[in-house]
Each structure stands twice: as C-alpha cells, then as structure tokens.
T-cell receptor, first 113, second 111 residues
Framework: NAGVTQTPKFQVLKTGQSMTLQCAQD?????MSWYRQDPGMGLRLIHY???????DQGEVPNGYNVSRSTTEDFPLRLLSAAPSQTSVYFC????????????FGSGTRLTVV | AQSVTQPDIHITVSEGASLELRCNYS??????LFWYVQSPGQGLQLLLK??????LVQGIKGFEAEFKRSQSSFNLRKPSVHWSDAAEYFC?????????FGTGTRLQVTL
C-alpha cells in the first residue's frame, strides 16, 4: 500500500540510550519531515528534507539528527535520549512544494524513562 | 514569525448541529492552508486544502472551509455534525517544505 511507513509504533528508552526512528515512503515524494506532538502544542517541526542529500533544521532540532541518502527513507536519530523527548513522532512526506498536502505516517509513541 | 492560531481548545456540539472551527494565520504572504483531523490514537488525515483560486474549498466528509484574506482566517465548517466527527482538528499553514500547526481544537459530539 502506498503511503508513509513508520517503525516502531511504540518504544521505551532509558535516559542516555540512542535509537533511530524509521520512516519510509513509496510515493516518490521529494519533501519529507519529522514532527513531534505534545499535548496542547500541536505538532512541531524537528527536521525536514527537500530531496536526497539535503536536510535542514526545523523548530525543535536539538537532540535529533537526520540524513537523507535516498528519496524513500528519512530516519530520525536520537543521540542520547532524555525524558523531554517523550512524545509522539510523526513522519510526513509531500510531492513538490507541499501545496497538495502532506501524507503522514501513523506515528511512533516514544517514552524515555 | 509564521503562526497559526486556533482560539478554541475544546468545542462541544450536538449531533446534527452545525459546526464552525476558527483558524487565524499570520504569514508574510498567503501560505498554503490545510485542515487535518486526528482521531484518538491515530495519525493525521487531510480534510481539505487551499493554495489559490476559489476561496471556498470543499473537503472530505462534508467539510468546507472559507479563506478570508482580509481577516487572515480559514475557518472550517460543517452543516450537520455526526458523532463520528468527534476528534481533534488542526489548522495548518505551509510554505515550501515546512508546515506550522495550530494547537488544535478538540471536538466533542453529544447525542
């Protein structure tokens, strides 16, 4: 099925651990981005990419790294997990400049203890 | 700075009643504008979008929104709400590559 696939769906980490959230899309979309959702704050942009090899920071990039080696994949790395990174993470992709809307994955619920 | 404001955190309506969710945006130029819906524990689904042309846009599930440049608003409407419409609704502004979300309005529907 065409769409945005995120793995894992749930994850519990200990403070200081690292991990990678996976995101893959099969729609040949140029634009991909990562958001975190926290209660009462909507979704906030962490990092985004406008094409393979090109990434940039969003509103809340600290503590996260990204890379875009292929059009399909856009993994998000937590370098040293902190309780403040407990959140629901969404990956999204869009064709061209995004004026047709973004397709979102189903999310990863991350808890850092 | 770009921003999207949803002034209503929570709204309750009776099934069959009409609905209007408010959204105001602040951008240097007219952004792309969207409404997304999120059911509990689910991802986000695009309801409708505006980027140019007709200021009244139709979406899925019987929703519509009207872009008013003079008021910097993009309010979402539905003439008759169904119980299944209970969810959280996000107004979203976009430029090339970036989306800015409002904080969301939670809709409760009473029977």
């Amino acid at each position: 099925n065409a769409g945005v696939t995120q793995t894992p769906k749930f994850q519990v980490l200990k403070t200081g651990q690292s991990m990678t959230l996976q995101c893959a899309q099969d729609m040949n979309h140029e634009y991909m981005s990562w958001y975190r959702q926290d209660p009462g704050m909507g979704l906030r942009l962490i990092h985004y990419s406008v094409g393979a090899g090109i990434t940039d920071q969003g509103e809340v990039p600290n503590g996260y790294n990204v890379s875009r080696s292929t059009t399909e994949d856009f993994p998000l790395r937590l370098l040293s997990a902190a309780p403040s990174q407990t959140s629901v993470y969404f990956c999204a992709s869009s064709y061209n400049k995004g004026e047709h809307g973004y397709t979102f994955g189903s999310g990863t619920r991350l808890t850092v203890v | 700075a770009q921003s999207v404001t949803q002034p209503d955190i929570h709204i309750t309506v009776s099934e069959g009643a009409s609905l209007e969710l408010r959204c105001n945006y602040s951008y240097g130029a007219t952004p792309y504008l969207f409404w997304y819906v999120q059911s509990p524990g689910q991802g986000l689904q695009l309801l409708l979008k505006y980027f140019s042309g007709d200021t009244l846009v139709q979406g899925i599930k019987g929703f519509e929104a009207e872009f008013k440049r003079s008021q910097s608003s993009f309010n979402l409407r539905k003439p008759s709400v169904h119980w299944s419409d209970a969810a959280e609704y996000f107004c979203v502004g976009g430029t090339a590559s970036k989306l800015t979300f409002g904080t969301g309005t939670r809709l409760q529907v009473t029977l």
